[in-house]
């Protein structure tokens, strides 16, 4: 499996902020994803962001509300800009496993709360 | 676009007792149908997942039963315990690797 680390774990920011979340990763992956995840909720994938390229986003999201980078193989950012209560929610990257693309892992994810 | 049917939203079961989940999907790209466990506060674990070249996988106290012809799949926990109690999700994939999700079971196992 892959070991995944997130920053922050939690934070807590005001209405118009931006917020920028750090994943990183102990082995090189090809495929890493952001998702968000309403408590007691299932998962809604936000964006696709492969090394080398830029990120593919999913409906409802959008490259100037959530800019992702991917500068290497092990490490990916996803900003949160100009937040509203409406993003709170809790922020989570996985990533394939390189030579296996179907298994996914995930980190511990990023409790954000926007007042 | 690809689904997935996950039930019961929510079980509670007696320690000792077989917790069933069940899934339904539409679609598949990869024939790779993962299930994952997630604790409050954690991000969710990959616990079990099982490709139909057959129609069973157990993993300890976790099994995956599959039915290719009726696209269903189930998780059961044998001999459940207390500390199993967490969310589980099954996921279908498609074929840009994205996993598609269930809503999820919240599964209670009673002392």
């Known amino acids: 499996s892959a070991v995944i680390s997130q920053k922050p774990s939690r934070d807590i920011c005001q209405r118009g902020t931006s917020l920028t979340i750090q994943c990183q990763v102990d082995?090189?992956?090809?495929?890493m994803f952001w998702y968000r995840q309403q408590p007691g909720q299932s998962l809604t994938l936000i964006a696709t962001?492969?090394?080398?390229?830029?990120?593919?986003?999913e409906s409802g999201f959008v490259i100037d509300k959530f800019p992702i980078s991917r500068p290497n193989l092990t490490f990916s950012t996803l900003t949160v800009s100009n937040m509203s209560p409406e993003d709170s929610s809790i922020y989570l990257c996985?990533?394939?496993?390189?030579?296996?693309?179907?298994?996914?892992?995930f980190g511990p994810g990023t409790r954000l709360t926007v007042t | 676009q690809q689904q997935v049917k996950q039930s019961p939203q929510s079980l509670i079961v007696q320690k000792g007792g077989i917790p069933i989940i069940n899934c339904a999907y539409e679609?598949?790209?990869?024939?790779?149908f993962p299930w994952y466990q997630q604790f409050p506060g954690k991000g969710p674990a990959l616990l079990i997942a099982?490709?139909?070249d057959v129609s069973e996988k157990k993993e300890g106290r976790f099994t995956i039963s599959f039915n290719k012809s009726a696209k269903q799949f189930s998780l059961h926990i044998m001999d459940s315990q207390p500390g199993d109690s967490a969310t589980y999700f099954c996921?279908?994939?498609?074929?840009?690797?994205?996993?598609?999700w269930g809503a999820g079971t919240k599964l209670i196992i009673k002392p």
């Open positions: 996921a279908d994939m498609d074929s840009n690797y994205q996993l598609i």
């Open positions: 996985s990533v394939n496993r390189g030579g296996e693309r179907d298994e996914q892992y």
């Open positions: 099982i490709r139909p």
């Open positions: 962001a492969n090394q080398g390229s830029e990120a593919t986003y």
């Open positions: 082995s090189q992956v090809t495929m």
């Open positions: 679609n598949t790209a990869f024939d790779y």
